[in-house]
């Protein structure tokens, strides 16, 4: 349904480091794109995935006429932008008729569940602070809105799942601790944050930590 095996020419719009444009250009057999606003990614990304063109530009003026592509897709961008609505509605506008626009995750930190509970400080705090940095982290709610009102067709919108097995690595642990860390400066002492640091590491290890946001996915086709 999103268009991709048979997409001819697909853009990612603020594709970062490259991570998922990158895996789409292995994966099907179009022309990849990728767009982003700081040149400093894209640098980045075309020195990881050479076959993809990457340009920088401002999500909410496209430098492309309408009707390029035959897929446009973002990946935790709307949450980022001020105005989403119109990031969309580009997207739309340089996607041909009958193709697809695709937001394949981006979160609702307002569902967000912790466990244990002692935990869940973490998740309000970090909540305010991605509000404070002007981020939406209440954007997943909003999706079916946003794409409906673009005028898109067909609009599916749904929330992925979540799983638990064992502990993410001591990597990703000390990734997401220095995200923690640099978000709640200031807001939590240092004691504060190590003694949660200790009780999220402890609760991944004993085997009882859950943490879970939603994360919503959005599709529609061009009319
Ligand atoms: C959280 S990153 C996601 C990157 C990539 N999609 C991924 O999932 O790995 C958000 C990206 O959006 C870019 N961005 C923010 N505002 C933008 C805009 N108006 N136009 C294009 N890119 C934008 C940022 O520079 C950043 O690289």
Not at 6 to 25: M, P, Q, W
């Amino acid at each position: 349904m999103s268009g991709l095996p048979t997409a001819g020419r697909i853009l990612e719009v603020g594709s970062g480091t490259g991570v998922i444009t990158g895996e789409i250009s292995t994966r099907f057999r179009g022309s990849t794109f990728g767009l982003d606003i700081d040149p400093q990614a894209n640098a980045f990304a075309t020195a990881g995935d050479p076959q993809t063109c990457y340009v920088t530009g401002d999500g909410e003026r496209l430098p492309f006429p309408e009707a390029t592509f035959d897929t446009t897709l973002c990946h935790f961008l709307l949450m980022w932008v001020p105005d989403p609505g119109k990031i969309i509605s580009e997207m739309s506008r340089v996607t041909l008729p009958g193709g697809w626009v695709l937001a394949l995750a981006e979160p609702d930190y307002g569902g967000r569940i912790d466990y244990p509970k002692e935990l869940a400080e973490i998740g309000e705090l970090q909540t305010k602070a991605m509000a404070n940095q002007g981020s939406d982290p209440y954007i997943g709610r909003k999706m079916r809105d946003i794409f409906t009102r673009a005028g898109l067709l067909d609009v599916l919108v749904g929330v992925l799942g979540g799983e638990w097995t064992g502990p993410p690595s001591g990597e990703e642990l000390d990734s997401e601790w220095r995200t923690i860390g640099s978000d709640l400066h200031g807001t939590l002492s240092s004691q504060a944050l190590a003694t949660l640091r200790q009780t999220d590491l402890d609760a991944w290890h004993d085997g009882s930590r859950i943490l879970f946001v939603p994360t919503f996915y959005a599709y529609g086709r061009v009319a």
